[in-house]
């Protein structure tokens, strides 16, 4: 999980909200509502705010398909912030880590969110790093609060799935195969592999 930098809506998103005043989430998805406001919102988070990557797991995600627009404070919770640009998160649609399983298996509850990082506000590379088989750990200077931070968001995001262990530990070894090569050199050979926290951890 990486720092995001919110930019600039969607100019489809502005004007669905201008003209419907929405109050719940499925009605950008109504008939009348201005084509592809939905898809238009995903693509633009996605690619300019996000690089591509899963904004939980940095899985790169290559087809639209393969995504949604999370709320990282649920809708059930916070009904607020359901139009709120800063809480709309594009994330890999995966039961087993990431924002689905935040949702629906974590056991997450509103006061859970004062001790789980938020991508969008803090700088989260700053917590963790990765050991040669792909586990994410709490970095060893954190204090104990942020520690507390750090693993309360590892397990609600699940973020040592094997799965996620598996396409860390295989990033780290194709780095390793690549070592007679310049930084940017792996970089560039490495670009659609996702998991830029990995990468940047074992290039700089």
Known sequence: ?????????????????????????????????????????????????????????????????????????????????????DNLIVAR??????ANYKDHQSGIGINDYFYILNPVTDKVENYFEYTPWGEIIPKPDLSEVEKEKAIKTKDVFNLNHRSLKDRRKNIIRLINDYATLGNLDIYSALESSGFTSVKNQLLT
Request: charged letters at 30%; one cysteine or more; a negative charge.
């Open 1 to 85: 999980m990486r720092k995001i930098s919110k930019g600039r809506h969607s100019t489809l998103f502005d004007t669905f909200i201008t003209i419907y005043a929405p109050t719940v989430w499925e009605d950008i998805h109504e008939i009348g509502v201005p084509k592809d406001a939905h898809e238009d919102t995903k693509l633009q988070i996605l690619i300019d705010e996000q690089n591509q990557l899963c904004g939980y797991t940095e899985i790169y995600i290559n087809e639209i398909e393969e995504c949604h627009i999370d709320h990282y404070k649920k809708r059930s919770m916070f009904p607020e912030l359901t139009f709120e640009w």
């Open 93 to 98: 649609k995966d039961s087993l880590f990431g």
